[in-house]
């Protein structure tokens, strides 16, 4: 690797933050909001890297916008359970982990968000439509390739690039900006 690498790589993740549409980032933090005043519960999955940021993003809004809003979110990352899903995976399909997790938990009116690069993963789709057809509200953050998903969630941000890493990062930003929307403010 040499400096011009990085520099290309930097200037690439530029031009990806470039792409958020930050006015659809303000419409996802009013209904984050609304879900909060309306003491709904707020739901978010991914798999691996998304995973990971699902599980950043929850621990932000669960203790950080928590402490600074003086009520809870009631909010959970469906990823964090590794026995209940590997009991969900090994006992029906990989693609049910999901979506059994909010058979158990979920209510009309409540809030799913869900990251994915691909937009394509069968069982964050699954969980999903089973979400839309028992009037929860969804939101996908999606990368460029959109997948099923930008056009099966209520509301999508696709962010415009198909590198995993930029496309992750971007996510990221956006879980952090919906969270420190409430911190900051």
Known sequence: MNLAYFETYINRQKATYDT???????????????????????????????????SHFITDLGKSASDRMGKRFR????????????????????????VQQLQNYAQPGDLVITLSVSGNSPNVVKAVQWANDHGLTTIALVGGKRGRLADLAHESIVIQDEHYGRVEDAQMTICHM???????S
């Open 178 to 184: 919906l969270c420190y929307g409430f911190i900051e």
């Open 20 to 54: 958020i549409p930050l006015d659809r980032v303000e419409h996802l933090i009013d209904l984050v909001k609304k879900c909060w005043a309306e003491d709904r519960q707020l739901f978010a999955f991914g798999n691996g890297g998304s995973a990971s940021n699902v």
């Open 75 to 98: 909010c959970l990352s469906l990823n964090e359970n590794v026995s209940w899903i590997t009991a969900l995976g090994n006992d029906y399909a990989y693609e049910d982990v999901y």
